[in-house]
């Protein structure tokens, strides 16, 4: 019976820093500033309803103010979760 025959493996060779990117270690860019964007206007929102006797931001929706001004706190939030 013959013998089969011998395969040889090509040596690997790591590849280069042009083919090889690295993965960005961390939070986007835009995180942040959305993030602190959504606290202030979420606070400033909360602020101006209690400053105007709930006149502003929008008179006609009463206490959904305050659902609206939270809701944007909360966004922050949870923004903040993913920031590194």
Known sequence: MPKSRIRRRSVFTPPTSDQAKAARIGSPR????LMVGCFVVGLLW???YYVTQADYPIGSIGLWNMAIGFGFIIIGFGLSTRWK
Not at 30 to 33: H, S
Request: charged share 0%.
């Open 30 to 33: 835009w995180l942040v500033p």
């Open 46 to 48: 909360v602020v101006v």
